[in-house]
């Protein structure tokens, strides 16, 4: 069974700037392992049909509003209720007043209780985005990745193949760094996978011969970027003379990542080829057939061949 990630409740509240009400605890012992949120409109009416305790709850100007319509000692016992299910948050969303009953529950029940500056929707598109990329699924993967032409192109291949020396000639040609060495890959969504490097090795770069190097302090803010979407997987590999090559690019190649599907190429290396500029036209041609334009097939149609594409889907998850 795969791990559960979780995130602090201390970094969701330096990230939204939320004013602590109270907290039981340290933020950052107190831990969110739920992607989704709540708004307790029914819970505060008394149904508690599929609830889950698990996710913050978040109060609104509705929720806010029919609570102020009821005589204080149904407000008691329905904010008891809620707060007896002893959720990891509850946050009041535009700075709306707390009634005193929600503070003592709070204490009571040991609850955080928060409240933001933001207006409920902004602040719950944002907080489940959030919670979407910290308590994604993850792996982490040897290889380099790169945002060339506003494509995330994820290099992979054995030590030594050349991978970090044409990220840094791809950086010198304009383009960004993202992670070099190990690459951090979360499922963000069914058809999404974002990648960065971890924390302690971020924008720093090994190249034999002449050691660690910091891309950041070398080539300026601008070569650099901290997560990306990886568009493509590129597989260096070094020449093989009894392998055939693809030289048409009619089928579709793919790698699973996770249970994404991503497009892949494999360049063989050799002395004299520009892998650089290699990597910068398999960037704008990936972007071209998400556009809808495949060249090969374009080739095919002015020849009058009718070739029949096919997908090769090759399974990473494992590797």
Known sequence: MASKFTVGLDKIIEEFKLEAIHLPKDASEIQIDET???????????????????????????????????????????????????????????????????????????????????????????????????????????????????????????????KSETAIELVKRGHRLVADDAVEIRKVSN??????????????????????????????????????NIELIVEMEQWNPEKIYDRMGVDTQFVSLLGVKVPSLTIPVRPGRNLAVILEVAAMNNRQKKM???????????????????EVIKDYDTF
């Open 36 to 162: 989704d949120v709540t708004r307790p409109g029914l819970q505060l009416m008394g149904f508690y049909e599929y609830f889950n305790p698990e996710r913050i709850q978040i109060i609104g100007k509705m929720e806010f509003a029919y609570l102020s319509t009821i005589d204080e000692a149904t407000r008691q016992q329905r904010l008891e209720t809620l707060f007896a299910q002893r959720m990891p948050a509850l946050v009041i969303s535009r700075e709306l007043p707390y009634f005193e009953e929600m503070l003592e529950l709070a204490k009571k029940y040991e609850v955080p209780l928060l409240r933001s500056k933001e207006s409920t929707s902004n602040f719950i598109s944002g907080l489940i985005a959030f919670l979407n990329v910290n308590l994604a699924p993850r792996i982490t993967r040897h290889g380099v990745l790169i945002e060339i032409y506003g494509e995330g192109v994820f290099i992979t291949g054995e030590s030594g193949v050349g």
């Open 191 to 228: 058809d999404t996978l974002v990648g960065s490097s971890p924390d302690n090795i971020r924008h720093f770069l090994e190249l034999r011969g002449i050691g660690i190097i910091n891309a950041r302090r070398l080539f300026g803010i601008g070569a650099v970027k901290n997560r990306e």
């Open 292 to 310: 809808g334009y495949n060249a090969a097939n374009d080739l095919l149609e002015h020849l009058g061949l009718d070739m029949e594409s096919k």
